[in-house]
């Protein structure tokens, strides 16, 4: 039982993140664990923030969606979590998964302001409307999770409507993410220069955060301000580029990853290099059999996505999506090809990576459960 409980929190780890090109919606994590009526369980649950995960997977039909989860100090030693859940959440404070805040305040609005993300809270409108009146009153933009038939359900505060519906980054949003910051905090595990620094330094993996990953500083009279530290941030210069890419298996979107100048990334069956992404899963046998462990290699060169095929089958590029046979190019086993605008690499038929915009979903569909390791049926949503 442990065991399996420690599996769906490592499933739900992978959905957090402050990474402004991956989150997808902001929650604030003391609210959502304590959603008892999604269960009928103890007073407060880490794993409601996977089941509201898992909502939000099913209403974007789209797999592995990471959220920006606020994190009120005093969570880090709530009697209310057990010890283990305790563990792993300040695990994620130390790897700067998750913004931990002496007090939140309306920071969950200001990040969905900066970003341009949803909010799924079941705060009221008015409560909420403060310094972000706009924000609130935007349909789609603030949603409460509550019980559903199958698992939670949105409800929209405003206008009706049950999707979570995302808008354009604020002029200071993206202002903030031209640059990166730093934080004269020694091992801050948000604007640091990577590694956490916390009370588990020394036991988990360095986590190298790269500054194009920095999640937005808050703005206290306007100045850029670490929301950890309370602390001016100091201006590291220009944020370094990244670019976006998804993987689609079977028409739907799995996941997405982000590469920069300094991280390339490798995508196969199952590759080696750290931080590869494993396609495994998704695939049949056939695809499996077909698809190297190390199958393409993307790296980021002044700005262009280039694409090298590092397989033993070689790949194709469907220049602009089309699904034309005779519109594919093969991309031979060595060869390299910049990815223009709207262009896919396809690893077998039906495995294909691009730009996400550029990668419509297909059938309706239901993501894969970060719950589907859950121990009771209780917990466990339909598939
Ligand atoms: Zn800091």
Redesign the pocket.
């Known amino acids: 039982m442990r065991f399996e409980i420690s599996k769906v929190l490592d499933a739900i780890e992978g959905r957090v993140s402050t990474d402004p090109s991956l989150a997808r919606a902001v929650v604030d994590l003391a609210e959502v664990i304590r959603y008892q009526d999604l269960d009928g369980g103890r007073p407060a649950s880490l794993l409601r923030l996977g089941m509201v995960i898992d909502a939000l997977a099913r209403e974007l039909e789209e797999d592995s969606i990471p959220v920006y989860a606020v994190v009120h100090r005093a969570l880090l030693s709530d009697a209310d979590l057990t010890s283990n859940e305790r563990m792993v959440v300040r695990r994620w404070a130390d790897d700067g998964l998750v913004e931990v805040l002496d007090n939140p305040g309306d920071r969950m609005l200001e990040v969905a302001d900066l970003l341009g993300l949803p909010v799924l809270t079941r705060v009221r409108a008015d409560g909420l409307r403060g310094r972000y009146p706009w924000l609130v009153e935007q349909a789609g933009r603030v949603l409460a999770p509550v019980p559903g038939a199958g698992g939670p359900v949105f409800i929209a505060h405003v206008g009706g409507g049950h999707t979570p519906v995302a808008g354009d980054r604020s002029p200071a949003g993206v202002k903030l993410l031209s640059r990166q910051w730093r934080?004269a905090?020694p091992g801050?595990a948000?604007?640091?220069g990577g590694g956490g620094g916390g009370a588990f330094a020394d036991l988990s993996r360095v986590v190298e955060r790269s500054p194009a990953g920095q999640p937005p500083p808050t703005l206290r009279g306007g100045a850029p301000t670490?929301p950890?530290?309370g602390?001016r941030l100091g201006d590291g210069g220009p944020r370094p580029r990244s670019a976006v890419l998804a993987v689609r298996v079977g028409g739907l979107i799995r996941r997405r990853f982000v590469l920069t100048e300094d991280q390339p990334a490798v995508v196969g069956r199952a590759p080696d290099q750290a931080g590869g992404i494993v396609l495994g899963q998704w695939l049949n046998d056939e695809a499996r059999r077909w698809i190297s462990r190390s199958h393409v290699r993307f790296e980021l060169r002044v700005g262009e996505v280039i694409v090298t095929d590092v397989s033993t089958n070689g790949s194709g590029i469907r220049p602009g999506g089309s699904m034309a046979e005779a519109d594919r190019v093969p991309l031979a086993p060595q060869q390299s090809r910049v990815l223009a605008e709207g262009d896919m690499v396809e690893l077998y038929p039906g495995v294909q990576i691009g730009r996400p915009d550029e990668l419509p979903a297909g059938a309706p569909y239901t993501p894969t459960s970060v719950m589907a390791e859950a121990p009771t049926m209780a917990m466990r949503l339909p598939r």
Do not use: Q
């Open positions: 934080c905090e801050c948000l604007f640091g670490c950890r530290h602390t």
